[in-house]
């Protein structure tokens, strides 16, 4: 079974400011990656899949990047509705398809 | 647009069973491989199970293996899991989802509400 770690835990950022998370796995997983954003009593959204492709609505300030085992997501000038948890998954080795544990980013 | 709407959640003793519903609209449902993902409270996303367009494959994580069957009808665009020998483990709320396309092409572009379980005597 592929594990993803992700890192930090929490990221405190106040707006307008650069967001970078990152994911790392336990073996490569090429490009097969994606990137979720979830809010509290919702339910996640894909942003970015296959670590680069930005799914339909997701705006242009989240990018994705990395390959095999290092993943990163930036988000530029972060806004206030971006205030969440990311949690990336692999497609690669399954089943299982795997998730990180989650990165919370908060308002400092 | 695309809607996913889950029901049969609620509270349910340990070793007993639930079915979850999760009706699919406004996409062609059977071209598409389905999941379903859980969240147990505070916790992170773990993935369940999923099924083929034609519903003749399908996968489990180890942890419901054995316990939890998915399956699908096309004819009514609705997916299913019954989860039988449920424990306290389980409680979590119990997402639907739709892939992107395949099962190899497993990220979920679209999710349902959420149904929760609870397994509680």
């Known amino acids: 079974e592929i594990v993803l770690t992700q890192s930090p835990a929490t990221l405190s950022l106040s707006p307008g400011e650069r967001a970078t998370l990152s994911c790392r796995a336990s073996q490569s997983v090429s490009s097969y990656l994606a990137w979720y954003q979830q809010k509290p009593g919702q339910a996640p959204r894909l942003l970015i899949y296959?670590?680069?492709t930005r799914a339909t609505g997701t705006p242009a300030r989240f990018s994705g990047s990395g390959s095999g085992t290092d993943f990163t997501l930036t988000i530029n000038s972060l806004e206030p509705e971006d205030f969440a948890v990311y949690y990336c998954q692999q497609r690669s080795n399954w089943p299982p398809f795997t998730f990180g544990p989650g990165t919370k980013v908060d308002v400092k | 647009e695309v809607q996913l709407l889950e029901s049969g959640g609620g509270l349910v003793q340990p070793g007993g069973s639930l079915r979850l519903s999760c009706a699919a609209s406004?996409?062609?449902?059977?071209?598409?491989?389905m999941t379903w993902v859980r969240q147990a409270p505070g916790k992170g996303l773990e993935w369940v199970s999923a099924v083929s367009g034609t519903g003749g494959s399908t996968y489990y994580a180890d942890s419901v293996k054995g316990r939890f069957s998915i399956s699908r009808d096309n004819s009514k665009n609705t997916l299913y899991l019954q989860m039988n020998s449920l424990r306290a483990e389980d409680t979590a709320v119990y997402y639907c989802?739709?892939?992107?396309?395949?099962?190899?092409?497993?990220?979920?572009?679209?999710w349902g509400q959420g149904t929760l379980v609870t397994v509680s005597s």
């Open positions: 989802a739709k892939c992107l396309g395949g099962l190899g092409w497993a990220y979920f572009d679209y």
């Open positions: 406004a996409f062609t449902f059977s071209s598409y491989a």
């Open positions: 296959d670590a680069s």
